[in-house]
């Protein structure tokens, strides 16, 4: 069997390569096809690690978590990389084509959701933009529903002993409020990171993700600006102005925090 096997056969290359399809004749569609697609691949790939370091870390089992955290942080860095090819297509070059994009926007993947949402920045508003009954709306109320990671990370502050209400990692769909008490934990692990070392090394891989998100998402908000300025995005917020306000967004709050009060 195996002596059947090809390269092309094995990777779905026909049907990878064929899934490139510009509706115009501008040279620049082909590359803003490519780099959703790229960065798409890459959403699948980040959470299928942190699926698996979830089930690490519930299970408390915090060494080989880290390997998959790392692994989510070079992704993302490759991910925001990206941005720099991007931004080699100049304003002329996007409004060759853009008007065929109608009201499509980035703001619809369905996997940067996923991706939110295990992490813990579970906003359900955002549900309303998949059908009820797709495959995308599933796998959204899936990650709503279940634990996020930084969820699994507070329960085993509570596993060590601090002190938090379970409200506090079991809280389904609600979006996460921070919480003195968990806060109060993360001061106490990096007080003493000796005696605490897998949750402080837990707090720091979790800490990297944060970091590459809003570096991610600060690229993206510069490429933008550089290519449609402050026009209005197709996805039908302001645009930038949109996107400059979710730096403020952050998974793991008290991981800033804490920093203040060290
Ligand atoms: C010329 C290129 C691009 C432009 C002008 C652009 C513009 C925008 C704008 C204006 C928004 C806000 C929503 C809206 O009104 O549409 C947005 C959101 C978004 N875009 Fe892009 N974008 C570009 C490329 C990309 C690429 C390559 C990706 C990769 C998947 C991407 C992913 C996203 C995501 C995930 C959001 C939602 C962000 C959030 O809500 O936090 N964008 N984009």
Request: glycine letters at 8%; a negative charge.
């Given at each position: 069997m195996s002596e059947s096997v090809t390269y092309g056969g094995y990777l779905k290359l026909e049907q990878l390569l064929a899934a490139q399809q510009p509706q115009t004749e501008q040279h620049d569609e082909l590359l803003f096809v490519i780099l959703h697609q790229t960065m798409e691949l890459w959403m699948k790939q980040a959470i299928h690690e942190i699926g698996a370091a979830q089930r690490e870390v519930r299970a408390g089992?915090?060494?080989?978590?880290?390997?998959?955290?790392?692994?989510?942080?070079?992704?993302?860095?490759?991910?925001t990389q990206a941005w720099d090819i991007l931004a080699t297509m100049t304003p002329a070059d996007y409004l060759s084509f853009?008007?065929?994009?109608?009201?499509?926007?980035?703001?619809?993947?369905?996997?940067?959701?996923v991706l939110e949402y295990k992490l813990g920045m579970?906003?359900?508003?955002?549900?309303?933009?998949?059908e009820d009954g797709s495959g995308d709306r599933a796998a959204l109320d899936a990650a709503l529903g279940e634990p996020s990671l930084y969820d699994d990370a507070i329960e085993q502050l509570a596993k060590a002993g601090f002190?938090?209400?379970e409200s506090a990692y079991r809280r389904g769909g609600v979006a996460y409020q921070p919480n003195d008490q968990v806060e109060a934990a993360w001061l106490?692990?990096?007080?003493?990171?000796?005696?605490?070392?897998?949750?402080?090394?837990?707090?720091?891989?979790?800490i990297d993700l944060d970091d590459a998100l809003l570096t991610w998402r600060y690229k993206h908000v510069l490429t933008v600006e550089r290519i449609i300025g402050?026009?209005?995005?197709?996805?039908?917020?302001?645009?930038?102005?949109?996107?400059?306000?979710?730096?403020?967004?952050?998974?793991?709050?008290?991981l800033w925090s804490v920093r203040t009060k060290l």
């Amino acid at each position: 069997m195996s002596e059947s096997v090809t390269y092309g056969g094995y990777l779905k290359l026909e049907q990878l390569l064929a899934a490139q399809q510009p509706q115009t004749e501008q040279h620049d569609e082909l590359l803003f096809v490519i780099l959703h697609q790229t960065m798409e691949l890459w959403m699948k790939q980040a959470i299928h690690e942190i699926g698996a370091a979830q089930r690490e870390v519930r299970a408390g089992d915090l060494s080989p978590a880290y390997k998959h955290l790392a692994r989510v942080s070079r992704i993302q860095a490759v991910m925001t990389q990206a941005w720099d090819i991007l931004a080699t297509m100049t304003p002329a070059d996007y409004l060759s084509f853009r008007a065929l994009l109608g009201s499509s926007s980035g703001f619809q993947s369905a996997q940067f959701r996923v991706l939110e949402y295990k992490l813990g920045m579970k906003d359900a508003a955002f549900l309303r933009y998949h059908e009820d009954g797709s495959g995308d709306r599933a796998a959204l109320d899936a990650a709503l529903g279940e634990p996020s990671l930084y969820d699994d990370a507070i329960e085993q502050l509570a596993k060590a002993g601090f002190d938090i209400p379970e409200s506090a990692y079991r809280r389904g769909g609600v979006a996460y409020q921070p919480n003195d008490q968990v806060e109060a934990a993360w001061l106490a692990v990096y007080r003493d990171t000796a005696k605490y070392w897998g949750l402080y090394q837990l707090a720091e891989k979790l800490i990297d993700l944060d970091d590459a998100l809003l570096t991610w998402r600060y690229k993206h908000v510069l490429t933008v600006e550089r290519i449609i300025g402050m026009k209005r995005g197709t996805g039908g917020t302001e645009g930038v102005g949109y996107l400059q306000r979710t730096l403020a967004r952050r998974a793991f709050p008290e991981l800033w925090s804490v920093r203040t009060k060290l």
